[in-house]
């Protein structure tokens, strides 16, 4: 690892710590470039201190709060340690490898730093989100498992959120036709274990616990992971289904169709520019926007 991807961790993650204060990406560039702006320092080999970076713009509780997070390298080393006995691999968005279509699609949203257990080799693939409620009706069951299965066939990644319901029922037909799976995780990474073809992903930290912040914030990678994403089942307004899916629609993340279940929810994402998809549609390769639903 290099020193600038160990400065990423010290900086963007908490490492263990519940009162580390870990800088956003955002946060983190304009760090960059106000260092990359500053006059050479007189003694090259010397840590950064507080005092330069209030002379670099900073006030002082922030420059304290950026040298305290600087300051840990033996706590970096043990959660370095910790990371190779539990097998987790670790790209900063510095790495090669880290997905570019998430700093693409995303900018400053993007994660800092992604823990992964599996198969990385997947993280290079072309991508399908499939996404959906918890609780799913039968039909659109049906839906998320044929999504699993043709993603299977045609040479895509499934992208899901390991979530039951719509995301286990897709994920689980895709094993089964001999696919390949990226689980996005809301919760403690070490806590799951990959199948064969799998890939676990968890942003900022591989020990953090579920939140609902955690599990809308996974929603957002999942849809920006995906050149195309497919909502088998989706709440009117409320849920983390609905909230990944109207912010990728406002933000255009990805491609949105929707599996036409005629509920208000599936009315109201294609007034806001997701497609119906029809019974018949033919290939994941082929499907384009205009292949709506005519009804």
């Known amino acids: 690892m290099t020193g600038a991807e160990r400065g990423y961790l010290m900086l963007c993650c908490d490492l263990a710590e519940p009162d580390a204060k870990p800088l956003t990406l955002p946060q983190l560039r304009l760090l960059r470039q106000r260092m990359q702006q500053a006059k050479p320092p007189s003694e090259p080999d010397r840590d950064l201190m507080a005092r330069d970076l209030v002379a670099l713009g900073y006030d002082w509780e922030q420059a304290e709060r950026i040298e305290a997070l600087m300051s840990r390298e033996k706590k970096l080393d043990e959660y370095l340690r910790l ?3 539990y097998k987790v691999k670790i790209f900063t968005c510095i790495t090669p490898g880290y997905p570019q ?8 949203d993007a994660p800092a730093v992604l823990f992964c257990r599996g198969d990385t080799k997947l993280l290079a693939r072309r991508c399908i989100g499939l996404v959906g409620s918890r609780e799913v009706a039968k039909h659109n069951r049906f839906f998320a498992e044929k999504i699993g ?17 719509a995301d286990q029922a897709a994920q689980n037909s895709c094993f089964a036709t001999g696919g390949s799976v990226i689980s996005f995780l809301p919760d403690d990474l070490i806590y799951h274990r990959p199948q064969p073809r799998q890939l676990l992903v968890s942003a900022d930290s591989f020990h953090a616990r579920f939140t609902p912040a955690r599990a809308l914030q996974r929603n957002t990678f999942i849809h920006a992971m995906v ?5 088998a089942q989706c709440d009117l307004g409320h849920g983390g289904t609905w909230a990944g899916t109207t912010e990728n629609l406002r933000r255009n993340l990805s491609e949105v169709y929707l599996y036409n279940d005629h509920s208000p929810a599936m009315y109201e994402l294609e007034s806001r520019g997701a497609v119906v998809l029809a019974s018949n549609f033919g290939s994941l390769y ?4 205009t292949q709506m639903c005519m009804f």
Request: proline share 3%; no cysteine.
């Open 83 to 85: 990371a190779e006995e």
């Open 101 to 108: 279509r998430l700093l693409k699609q995303l900018g400053d």
């Open 149 to 165: 299965m043709m993603v299977a066939q045609e040479g895509f990644v499934l992208v899901s959120g390991n979530a039951s319901g």
């Open 227 to 231: 050149e195309k994403v497919f909502v």
């Open 286 to 289: 082929t499907l384009r926007p």
